[in-house]
């Protein structure tokens, strides 16, 4: 696990894939060994997590599923409580839904850009359109994650800044799997999805919701991640609202890295 993350922050992709890998077949090995303890109980879900997205970044790599709001809920609850430093870490709750939505979003991402890319080279993308589809429908019908998304959209904790602006985030970052997940039903190609009035409708609701939350940075020094995905997505709503707003008015307008909040 430590061998794929360090060859992973070098950059070395295919390294840290075989790295991944051996880390699972160690998992397997220990499970059918029937060694347990009370780390591996704990821990073992995040390990896996962590391992299949490393092995994710591969080339032509699938989407594959990952564990449950719940499960990661478990571990989530041990490294609120361990981990370092402390101000980097918020309730257990709210640290999990932020990693599941992360997580959902940044594989998500990266398979939409295979996905375009291979669409305009004129190859047929139904089958992985369509598994990509199924792993946000999965994620976004989780119980577990409603369930705790709703308490905690209800909940007010305004004097606590920092995580009422993570919380404000885990919001957009909903709209922005929603707003993907419509592209990828869309019948026709995904370039050709971002002009459906469908498409404009939801860019406009993320539009509103990053100007209504603002700039996450300052007060998200430990979540700068998030900031960054979230706002690679946004940018790309505001740019077919704008587009769409252009249209409506006939006067040309430009989206530039100044609009983002």
């Known amino acids: 696990m430590f061998l794929a993350s360090t060859a992973l922050s070098r950059k070395k992709v295919d390294e840290a894939v075989v790295h991944a890998r051996g880390c699972l077949k160690i998992l397997d090995h220990l499970r059918d060994s029937r060694c347990h303890s009370a780390f591996l109980g704990t821990f073992t879900t995040y390990i896996l997590d962590d391992m299949k997205s490393i092995i994710s970044r591969s080339k032509g790599a699938p989407v594959t599923p990952r564990s449950g709001f719940s499960e990661r809920l478990v571990y989530y609850r041990e490294l609120c409580k361990t981990g370092t430093p402390r101000d980097a870490w918020h309730q257990p709750r709210l640290e999990t839904l932020h990693s599941y939505l992360w997580g959902s979003l940044s594989g998500c991402l990266r398979s939409l850009r295979r996905i375009v890319i291979q669409e305009g080279n004129g190859i047929n993308c139904d089958g992985n359109r369509q598994a990509l589809a199924r792993y946000l429908k999965a994620k976004l019908n989780d119980g577990g994650f409603n369930e705790t998304f709703t308490a905690l959209l209800n909940q007010d904790n305004r004097s606590n800044e920092p995580e009422?602006?993570?919380?404000?985030?885990?919001?957009?970052?909903?709209?922005?799997?929603?707003?993907?997940?419509?592209?990828?039903?869309?019948?026709?190609?995904?370039?050709?999805?971002?002009?459906?009035?469908?498409?404009?409708?939801?860019?406009?609701?993320?539009?509103?919701?990053?100007?209504?939350?603002?700039?996450?940075?300052?007060?998200?020094?430990?979540?700068?991640?998030?900031?960054?995905?979230?706002?690679?997505?946004?940018?790309?709503?505001?740019?077919?609202?704008?587009?769409?707003?252009?249209?409506?008015?006939?006067?040309?307008?430009?989206?530039?890295?100044?609009?983002?909040?």
């Open 164 to 261: 009422n602006k993570l919380k404000c985030y885990q919001f957009i970052g909903a709209q922005v799997l929603a707003f993907v997940l419509h592209l990828l039903d869309h019948p026709a190609s995904i370039v050709e999805g971002l002009h459906s009035h469908e498409t404009r409708v939801l860019a406009e609701q993320i539009h509103l919701s990053a100007m209504k939350y603002g700039n996450g940075e300052p007060t998200l020094k430990y979540h700068s991640g998030v900031y960054s995905y979230y706002i690679a997505v946004v940018g790309l709503a505001v740019a077919v609202y704008s587009d769409a707003q252009a249209n409506e008015c006939k006067t040309p307008q430009r989206f530039s890295c100044s609009d983002s909040p």
